[in-house]
């Protein structure tokens, strides 16, 4: 089951042109500069948007076409959009459940005490929103739109007001609920940070056309994110390690230890995680250093040379247990190597990000 969306251009309204599917699993990011009409198509989806030129359809269900219509309250979607857009005259807790109470009890999928706690809301229900702090608000209304019970959940810019340790642990938690109780997200973001955190599709848009689409891991090897991301995701099993305050990643046959970021446990025995690695953090050597202080050494083949940002350095796209790993180095490291597509050497990770 896929979504699939056909927006023709059409006077007087912003000017989209495309026809995508979007998987209906995972997270899919809508990913570009501010402008490119992600908020837009967002609310063509959400139904907010009623132009004639456009096409939507949910699976078997037709939420637009021609002259059929499909109203936003009966597309059970969770809609988060820029702005909280919450209710003054309720309180946190009223506004949380404004949702979730209109749900059959029969049809709920998650409850409220999960996602407070998870958001960090537990301390601010009983107050009224306008006691609440730009990013609480936004946690309220990201709480609302999990809660809604939804098939699929659209969220535009959720995280925007909050620092990048307190999305941390959100975007972990967001991973988790599209996983666990099988919702496709679609993630509207200008920061690629965050998508790299969370996505597992990319959709690329630019003056309101769709540049590239696909899985995350791929889209960060072609352009023009190889050249302005410079950043690789690598996906692993945890394994307990042997040093303090670090957790083991397993990939293939090879393992890595690299410190456990703050707020979670070193202990997360088996469970998945993502690893973003920059290509600036990895070099190559064609025999294994035994004596550096970069633990973290993988095999690897090099799969092909790539231009880079600066004219003295280049991209080396590299194989690792069929997981693909950037490592930027210069010109003449490659050459002083006599590198080239086919070799096998050692990647040697000096920084890993853990998500």
Same mark, same amino acid.
């Given at each position: ?73 009966? @597309? ?31 049809? @709920? ?73 099988? &919702?496709?997200?679609?993630? &509207?973001? /200008? ?9 597992? /599709? ?73 690893? @973003?690695?920059?290509? @600036? ?9 035994? /004596? ?13 040379? /790539? ?40 990647? &040697? ?7």
């Amino acid at each position: 089951m896929n979504l699939h969306i056909k927006v023709a251009p059409q006077t007087g309204y912003f000017s989209l042109q495309l026809e995508q599917q979007v998987p209906a699993h995972g997270i899919t990011a809508l990913f570009g500069p501010s402008g490119c009409g992600k908020s837009s198509l967002l609310s063509i989806i959400a139904g907010l948007d009623r132009r004639r030129a456009a096409d939507v359809r949910f699976g078997r269900e037709i939420w637009q076409a021609g002259k059929q219509w499909r109203r936003p309250e009966q @597309r059970r979607i969770g809609l988060m959009l820029q702005l909280p857009s919450l209710l003054p005259h309720l309180s946190v807790m009223d506004n949380i459940l404004f949702g979730y109470r209109r749900v059959p009890a029969a049809e @709920r999928y998650v409850e409220p005490e999960e996602v407070i706690t998870e958001l960090g809301l537990d301390a601010f229900t009983a107050r009224q929103v306008t006691e609440l702090s730009g990013g609480q608000q936004q946690r309220v209304a990201l709480a609302r739109a999990l809660l809604s019970q939804s098939h699929l959940l659209l969220l535009d810019e959720p995280l925007s007001g909050l620092d990048q340790q307190a999305r941390g642990p959100l975007l972990q938690y967001l991973r988790y609920f599209a996983g666990q109780y099988g &919702v496709p997200v679609i993630w &509207v973001s /200008h920061d690629l940070d965050d998508v790299v955190q969370i996505a597992d /599709h990319l959709l690329q848009l630019e003056q309101g056309r769709v540049t590239s689409a696909g899985p995350l891991t791929e889209q960060l090897r072609q352009p023009p994110l190889l050249f302005t991301g410079g950043m690789s995701v690598l996906e692993g099993v945890a394994k307990a390690s042997s040093e303090p305050h670090h957790i083991g990643v397993e990939l293939g046959a090879y393992r890595l230890s690299v410190p456990a970021p703050a707020g979670r446990a070193a202990n997360q025995s088996e469970a998945r995680l993502r690893m @973003r690695v920059l290509a @600036r953090d990895v070099s190559l050597s064609k025999a294994q250093q035994a /004596h550096s202080s970069a633990a973290n050494q993988l095999p690897a083949t090099i799969v092909a040379q /790539h231009p880079a940002a600066h004219p003295a350095e280049c991209l080396v796209e590299l194989d690792v247990e069929g997981q693909h790993l950037l490592a930027l180095i210069t010109h003449s490291s490659w050459n002083r190597l006599h590198l080239a597509p086919g070799d096998r050497v050692y990647a &040697v990770v000096k920084a890993v990000a853990l998500h």
